[in-house]
Nanobody, 123 residues
Framework: QVQLIESGGGLVQAGGSLRLSCAAS????????MAWFRQAPGKEREFVVG????????IYADSVKGRFTISKDYAKNTVYLQMDSLNPEDTAVYFC????????????????WGQGTQVTVSS
């Protein structure tokens, strides 16, 4: 079992920045891929970015390329999402997720999820 706890959400003005954290605990095997998803009101949960735990491969959604950056801290078992140049369309609940081995863009392929953290971007 893997437990994921997100933090760092909040309210920010358009053009601003936030950094989300996802702390992993439990059975944190080195071959887990981690990802961030988001879900806006009335919309389906969508893939934002993913990273392989040991390989360092990253995949970004086109909508966040050049604005968001994913990184990881091995010592802290934590994945970060740096979000810059935020706009109101980024408003959503952001979820951290984990699965074995490779990054996937489909929610059904992730076995472990955090509780989510709200990000609100005002115009």
């Amino acid at each position: 079992q893997v437990q994921l706890i997100e933090s760092g959400g909040g309210l920010v003005q358009a053009g601003g920045s936030l950094r989300l954290s996802c702390a992993a605990s439990g059975r944190t095997a080195s071959d887990y891929a981690m990802a961030w998803f988001r879900q806006a009101p009335g919309k389906e949960r969508e893939f934002v970015v993913g990273i392989t735990w040991n390989g360092g491969e990253t995949i970004y959604a086109d909508s966040v390329k050049g604005r968001f950056t994913i990184s990881k801290d091995y010592a802290k078992n934590t994945v970060y999402l740096q979000m810059d140049s935020l706009n109101p369309e980024d408003t959503a609940v952001y979820f951290c997720a984990a699965r074995g081995w490779t990054i996937a863009k489909m929610t059904d392929l992730y076995a472990y999820w955090g509780q989510g953290t709200q990000v609100t971007v005002s115009s």
